[in-house]
């Protein structure tokens, strides 16, 4: 199991949840939970030929990024998330996910991807159910489809569950690929590229650019 | 006290007064400052300076704390702008807090607004077409809205002279329906593109074209300004005034003349009326800043405060004579609202390229200008649309597993993936007279003005017309040779398109129209409106270009008729 939430995490939330106004300067995540995102973060974007996560500084971001860019639900349940990851680890291996090996943690993390994917199919198998019983497409007005010609206005996305091995896996992708390091080195980065060419061959090697 | 307001009156007397400061206001101030007026320009926001003030234009993505994204804070300080891609981290400081500036929404109606200095013009999309005699006759053929009052003829050397200051680069086609203008050289299309381009083009016999789009981006240096360094990060402001903007462009050539007033932090509330002269007189102005009215004389007053904030001001501009308005005697001002509906296309993957790459950030991708409802075709609505789209090689490669992770993961995303093109269309929305805006006392600005409601909707016409746009664009990509062809309707919200049309429309006759062919009030002479509040139809181009060539075929009306005596 280990759903429930950790003493500290429920203190940091009564801190900086109930009062949105000290978000920005209170803290989220204290420094275990700060070291646990940034090895997930490693375990999805690893050293290879060029640094990885963790070298690119993303654990600091993803705890920033949930911190200040989700709400509240999100925030929950990526705390909640991240403390069933290290329950799971002491369950499994009788440490924390600090001290397995990169193995041990690539095989935790494959089985939440597991998990994640079959919750989210169920979640969409639902709301797929959900609309076609909908026969009354007034019903589908939300706040901000009001009374408006229905069929043309965009539909508000429903909403999801979020779910913490998503939002990590979404965090790592942007703060590595948009940082530094991996957008010099394991993408090609031109700041100033002064000329658009619309057809060059392809190099050997050459990287995606950024 | 009478000398001392006699003094107070001279000191703020103008020979024309420009209300707002953005494509077509910058253009105001310019080609007015240039015939010899002393002008006084009028902005609501702060004042932006060129390059010094784009604070973002030359930061690196990692020199973004969110990178990009908006914080939970901002989203609710902002829950309109939120709700579409424009509003993002890298040009945060040019979106309004809609806490503010609130206004109704009978139905859903995204504004998008930036008050500052060079208001839109900062982070306009840039594509500029010309209307033709096709958009200019539906009205008269269909018999929607009015008919316009000038044809292609009266704005052509218009369009030829904006186009010359403002720097539009873009191919030559000799197509009828989209006139060519006075280009730069065009931008290059990449190797999917011009093989997708021969193809149609084959198919359909040239009833159907693609060409590069046409963008105020310069592919040379131009008019003292430097050409386009393909970084893409245009909206944020461009630190080598590559695009055209009030700030890159018409100010400098305004504050050159040494005629120009700029007062930004000046919110116009009304246009005063004097009776005896029957034209307007001045304006009154709320400082947006300390809140103090002031109020400011001129012979002419050109209002350019985006389509939806100018013709809050002339309903605002109440008096005995127009108790609705000013210049409201047609009952049509706040009326005929329009705006294009589209994130409706189709896309897949190109094949055949995989040995082929792309160097540089294109801030400009390609057009298929409109062929439906054109010479022979009768669909089952009227009007079309054309598309916007383009080829671009990225990271996604079919093969990769969902959610995946690790090192192999990496090295696919770190790898030029596949090829894929995309149309995307845009449509022409017919000027329905309830498609309206009209002012709501319920509510109160941050300045204290009442607000606006806003009653808009897409009709059955659209509704119709996207069948088309998804479908044929399908069909174009299919006969393409494009793969995994995928259709969408990603829906469409009025003002979603930032393409915001009519509410003061032009027209011949003064009983159905709020402006005659100058875009002059016809009630009211020395008044000209010429931002997009005055379209009597939308077409389905991007129309700035369209306001910039009205608004100086106006001016130079203007100073002609007030060196007659006429107004």
């Not at chain 1, 654990?59 to 290290?86: N, R, S, T």
């Not at chain 2, 009597?536 to 991007?542: E, F, G, L, R």
């Amino acid at each position: 199991m280990g759903g429930a939430l950790s003493a500290t995490t429920i203190g940091v939330f009564l801190d900086s949840c109930n009062s949105p106004s000290t978000k920005t300067n209170g803290k989220l995540f204290d420094d275990n939970q700060l070291k646990l995102i940034t090895e997930v973060a490693d375990i999805i974007i690893p050293t290879t030929s060029s640094p990885g996560a963790k070298a690119a500084g993303v654990g600091p971001f993803i705890a920033l990024m949930v911190k200040d860019c989700y709400p509240e639900d999100a925030q929950k349940a990526f705390v909640k998330g991240l403390d069933a990851l290290e329950e799971q680890s002491k369950d499994q291996f009788k440490k924390s996910f600090l001290e397995i090996s990169p193995a041990e943690r690539t095989q935790l993390l494959s089985k939440l991807r597991e998990e994640t994917i079959a919750a989210t199919k169920a979640e969409q198998d639902k709301q797929k159910e959900a609309d076609a019983q909908k026969t009354d497409p007034d019903k589908a007005k939300s706040q901000t489809e009001n009374a408006g010609f229905a069929s043309i206005l965009p539909k508000d996305k429903p909403k999801t569950e979020p779910r913490f091995f998503s939002i990590i896996r979404d965090l790592t992708l942007l703060g590595y690929f948009t940082s530094e390091i991996g957008a010099t080195k394991a993408m090609a980065y031109v700041d100033i590229p002064g000329r658009y060419d619309g057809c060059v061959d392809l190099k050997p090697g050459q990287k995606v650019w950024a | 006290m009478s000398n001392l307001n006699t003094k107070a009156t001279a000191n703020n007397t103008y020979d024309a007064i420009v209300v707002g400061s953005g494509i077509s206001g910058g253009w105001a101030a310019k080609e007015l400052t240039e015939k010899g007026l002393k002008v006084l320009l009028l902005e609501r926001g702060r004042n932006i300076e060129h390059i010094k003030d784009y604070t973002t234009a030359t930061k690196k993505p990692w020199e973004f704390e969110h990178r990009g994204r908006i914080t939970e804070a901002q989203k609710e300080a902002h829950p309109v702008q939120k709700r579409d891609y424009p509003y993002s981290e890298f040009n945060e400081s040019y979106w309004v807090n809609d806490h503010d500036c609130p206004y109704t929404e009978i139905k859903r109606f995204d504004w998008y607004r930036g008050f500052h200095v060079g208001g839109k013009s900062l982070m306009w999309g840039r594509q500029s077409y010309r209307f033709s005699d096709l958009n200019f006759e539906d009205n008269l053929k269909d018999g929607h809205g009015v008919d316009w009052p000038i044809r292609y003829k009266d704005i052509a050397p218009w369009y030829d002279y904006v186009e010359k200051f403002a720097g539009i680069s873009g191919q030559v086609e000799g197509w009828p329906a989209l006139p060519d203008g006075q280009f730069l050289p065009p931008m290059e299309m990449n190797c999917v593109e011009k093989d997708v381009k021969k193809r149609i083009e084959d198919k359909w016999k040239k009833s159907r074209i693609m060409t590069i789009g046409r963008t105020a981006n310069l592919t040379v240096p131009h008019g003292g300004r430097g050409s386009c360094q393909y970084r893409n990060l245009c909206s944020r402001g461009c630190p080598f005034g590559a695009y055209f903007s009030t700030q890159s462009s018409t100010l400098p050539a305004a504050v050159a003349t040494g005629n120009l007033t700029l007062r930004p932090f000046s919110l116009v509330n009304t246009i005063i009326y004097d009776k005896e002269t029957k034209k307007a007189k001045g304006v009154v102005v709320i400082d947006s800043e300390t809140k103090e009215t002031i109020e400011y004389f001129a012979k002419i007053v050109f209002v350019n405060g985006s389509t939806l904030g100018s013709t809050f001001l002339l309903l605002n501009s109440t008096s005995a004579e127009f108790p609705d308005g000013l210049g409201n005697g047609s009952g049509q001002l706040g009326h005929n609202l329009m705006d294009h509906h589209f994130r409706c296309g189709a896309s897949g993957r190109a094949e055949g390229f995989d040995d082929k790459y792309t160097y540089g950030r294109r801030a400009n991708g390609i057009y298929i200008p409109r062929y439906r409802n054109m010479g022979n075709d009768k669909r089952d609505y009227v009007r079309g649309f054309g598309y916007q789209g383009g080829a671009s090689r990225g990271n996604w490669h079919a093969d990769v597993a969902e959610m995946a992770f690790g090192a192999e993961f990496k090295d696919q995303m770190t790898t030029p993936g596949a090829w894929n093109m995309g149309l995307g269309g845009f449509g022409e929305s017919l000027p329905y007279f309830e498609n309206r805006v009209y002012i709501d006392k319920s509510k109160k600005d941050k300045w204290g003005q009442p607000v606006l409601a806003i009653d808009c909707e897409f009709k059955d016409n659209e509704q119709k017309m996207r069948v088309d746009m998804m479908n044929d664009a399908a069909e174009m990509l299919e006969a393409s040779g494009i793969k995994d062809v995928k259709t969408y309707d990603n829906g469409s919200a009025p003002g979603m398109a930032i393409h915001e049309m009519g509410t003061a429309r032009m027209g011949h006759d003064p009983k159905t129209s709020v402006l005659n062919k100058w875009n002059q009030m016809h009630e009211v002479k020395n008044v000209f409106v010429t931002d997009g509040s005055c379209m009597t139809s939308a077409a389905c181009q991007n129309p700035s270009l369209t306001y910039m060539a009205l608004t100086a075929r106006a001016c130079d009306f203007a100073v002609s008729e007030l060196k007659k005596g006429n107004i």
